[in-house]
């Protein structure tokens, strides 16, 4: 008789908390952007070092997967009537609908016509509502909406950046990548704000090659786990695009045995979507909703160069996954101690695939 399949770890989103002094959280990225430092997380060793180390931390023909979502202004304030809602744009649908969350969500039903404020001539109608989001429909001019929210919309910054009024005009330059391409984001793939001219230089002369996937992050991203059982929590999904020119690129480092080294957990996750189970990725374009858990086995990727993410988030789980649960408790408590930056605008850490916990 087959033994039967081992138990799966219990899972709790506690697991998953830290404590964290508010001074941390950056609030502003370094100036200039490749002058963060970089925390390096490999087979039993944690090592101090900078994102400008980057290159020396790879080898020739080292593969980086980059997201070329290019953020969007999305947060929008409008009115019915007199009822006011604050409307986030998280996906779009094609043909003008867009997926969105909304704030006083439950003020609108069916049919509601919704006026965007500073944006005149600017109006959604509400295909439907689930909860506190809703299907909006802007339209088929997509030329108008772009104008429309380039003259109302507001750079949707995370909610522990704080900024008196509106985001200003550095912070529109601040949160958006250099590879930033396709517009459809609402959050920047933020491992990627530490990328400057001089630093891709440097990885080019270091004869590290670059494929681009695109994934349009969601605002699904600021959404807590308030759940004990993670597994119980749902992500939005969200767009992304491997292309037949990157999975190639991606492949033959593979076969080549070099490392394929995802910038953020964005290209991260692209990537993980569109691997087969032998590793080999396949082009692909469509919606992936992969949530990456503890236990999850890594197809395609062998390196992550990522941020500090938020207690108790999907991402620090991602990340937790990937090179180890008491790696990264480690890990997070030495960047404590050591006063790293965390978050959007913070330092960075270039975290090496654990394929098994290590030891307690």
Sequence with gaps: MPEAPPTPEPLRTGDFDYDLPERLIAQAPARPRDAARLLVVGDGRLE???????PALLEPGDVLVVNDTRVIPARLHGRRGEAR???MLNRAEGGGLWHALIRNARRLRPGDTVTIEGAEG???RVVERDGGSAMLDFGPD????AAALEKAGEVPLPPYIHRDGKPGAEDVADYQTIFAERPGAVAAPTASLHFT??????LEARGIRRATVTLHVGAGTFLPVREDDPRAHHIHQEWCDVSAEAAATINAARAEGRRVVAVGTTALRTTESAAREDGTVMPFRGLTDLYILPGYRFRAIDALLTNFHLPKSTLLMLVSAFAGTRRMRQAYRH???G???FFSYG???????CDQDMPA
Excluded: K
């Design 197 to 202: 001219p001089r630093l891709l230089a440097a």
């Design 335 to 337: 960047a404590v101690a």
């Design 142 to 145: 997509q030329g108008a909406l």
């Design 48 to 54: 101090d070092r900078g994102v400008l180390d980057l």
């Design 85 to 87: 809602v604050e409307i």
């Design 339 to 341: 006063e790293y930056r």
């Design 122 to 124: 600017c109006a959604a």
């Design 347 to 353: 330092d960075g850490s270039l975290l090496f695939r």
